[in-house]
T-cell receptor, first 111, second 114 residues
Framework: TQLLEQSPQFLSIQEGENLTVYCNSS?????LQWYRQEPGEGPVLLVT?????EVKKLKRLTFQFGDARKDSSLHITAAQPGDTGLYLC???????????FGGGTRVLVKP | EPEVTQTPSHQVTQMGQEVILRCVPI?????FYWYRQILGQKVEFLVS????????KSEIFDDQFSVERPDGSNFTLKIRSTKLEDSAMYFC????????????FGSGTRLTVV
């Protein structure tokens, strides 16, 4: 069974600070996806990383896939209150399309 | 922006009753999925569906569960005899070609079994 562990579970920071969320596994994934989920809503895809060592930027968000394709990180620069939410990582195995989700990191950015 | 539409948004049912959750995936997508999220827990995979048949299912997806694509647009999840532990948010998702390039999730159906 593939498992994804996210850390930290909860992060509270002031507006303007930087933050990093980690997603780790002992398993290799063919891709790693990051989602954001609002209360009572479904996950919304932010980015997919596919190649080991890949870095993708989405405005102030930077996503990295580990060289061994077992881990990933999400870094937010100069966080804003609008970044508040639940961030989920999800891994796709080499065979099949079943996503394994991490437990999520709840981010609170205080003005 | 194309959306995955789920109905109803909330469903309350008595234990032992059958429920059908409905989804309209994005029209040019070929792969369809159901996931569930019990309150406070991780999002869990239930089943994937392609070319009118189940391509993969989890241990959760036992004989009480079934999926169907009754026409060209709807994708349904049926739970035959609901249990209290089936209470959860159920998310439908779709993607175009089943590869690694992200899924579009619906807003979910909150199922409460009483």
């Amino acid at each position: 069974t593939q498992l994804l562990e996210q850390s930290p579970q909860f992060l509270s920071i002031q507006e303007g600070e930087n933050l990093t969320v980690y997603c780790n596994s002992s398993s290799v994934f063919s891709s790693l996806q990051w989602y954001r989920q609002e209360p009572g809503e479904g996950p919304v895809l932010l980015v997919t990383v596919v190649t080991g060592g890949e870095v993708k930027k989405l405005k102030r968000l930077t996503f990295q896939f580990g060289d061994a394709r077992k881990d990933s990180s999400l870094h937010i620069t100069a966080a804003q209150p609008g970044d508040t939410g639940l961030y989920l990582c999800a891994g796709c195995p080499a065979a099949g399309n079943k996503l394994t989700f991490g437990g999520g990191t709840r981010v609170l950015v205080k003005p | 922006e194309p959306e995955v539409t789920q109905t109803p948004s909330h469903q309350v049912t008595q234990m032992g009753q059958e429920v059908i959750l409905r989804c309209v995936p994005i029209s040019n997508h070929l792969y369809f999925y159901w996931y569930r999220q019990i309150l406070g827990q991780k999002v869990e995979f239930l089943v994937s569906f392609y070319n009118n048949e189940i391509s993969e299912k989890s241990e959760i997806f036992d004989d009480q569960f079934s999926v169907e694509r009754p026409d060209g647009s709807n994708f349904t999840l049926k739970i035959r005899s609901t249990k209290l532990e089936d209470s959860a948010m159920y998310f439908c998702a779709s993607n175009r070609d089943g590869t690694n390039y992200g899924y579009t999730f619906g807003s979910g159906t909150r199922l409460t079994v009483v």
